[in-house]
């Protein structure tokens, strides 16, 4: 799809990817880039199934420059914008925020594509908890440090900045535009997956998420717990 095609209005789903041979570097104490690149495929899936059984979304937007994840967007209906170069996923959520609200799209629901237990219950959620626009609701991870789920009416309302410290920064931001953001927590958007232990919790919660059933079928999880015992 070219950065020039239309948005229809109404509630859009927008998962910034990275290039997979870049995904999950933190976890390169413990996987091999294979078993990274394994893992987060699995867990983008687990995103995307998820999001094409929500009926409430107009659809699911990716922004990447990576061939699998497209092709696996299109494997669940979702529509690529491409990214001129793998600018990160600030700017990347930006990018597709700029085109939904250039096209008028009503509103945005950002994503991580790394949350693998998040299901259509946690969506619901998020919308019942909005406001009319503008309004602004987020998720926290389990920390309270990241942001898991931005929404947004209209989709550029909010200036966006990820990271291991965004949800803080998205409340201030939210209150400087004199917006009282809704916060919504939910345990299947809490958990992204970034370092050993977040992976250590994600086994913890047994789920039929393709990212669970890799790690057990892979060994990484015997390989966790003796990391763990040593």
């Known amino acids: 799809m070219s950065n020039t095609s239309r948005f229809d209005p109404g509630l859009w789903a927008v998962v910034p990817i990275k290039n997979f041979g870049h995904a999950k570097e933190r976890l390169a104490g413990i996987l091999t880039a294979s078993e990274r690149r394994s893992l987060f495929t699995a867990m983008l899936e687990d995103v995307l199934q998820t999001l094409s059984q929500c009926p409430a979304l107009t659809g699911i937007v990716l922004v990447t420059r990576e061939p699998q994840a497209q092709a696996l967007g299109q494997r669940y209906g979702a529509r690529s914008l491409i990214e001129q170069a793998n600018l990160g996923h600030t700017a990347a959520s930006t990018v597709g925020a700029r085109a939904l609200a250039a096209d008028k799209g009503t509103s945005m629901l950002q994503l991580p594509a790394d949350v693998p237990l998040i299901n259509p219950d946690d969506i619901d959620a998020l919308i019942l908890a909005h406001g009319n626009g503008p309004a602004i609701t987020l998720a926290p991870s389990r920390d309270h440090r990241g942001s898991n789920a931005v929404l947004c009416t209209p989709p550029d309302l909010l200036p966006l900045k990820f990271g291991d410290d965004s949800f803080k920064p998205h409340l201030a931001a939210s209150r400087a535009l004199n917006i009282e953001p809704t916060v919504v927590e939910r345990p299947g958007l809490a958990l992204d997956i970034d370092t050993p232990e977040d992976l250590v919790a ?15 079928s892979s060994g990484i999880d015997k390989r966790l717990i003796d990391q763990r015992e040593s």
């Open 202 to 216: 994600l086994l913890a919660t047994p789920s039929a998420t393709r990212a669970y059933d890799y790690l057990r």
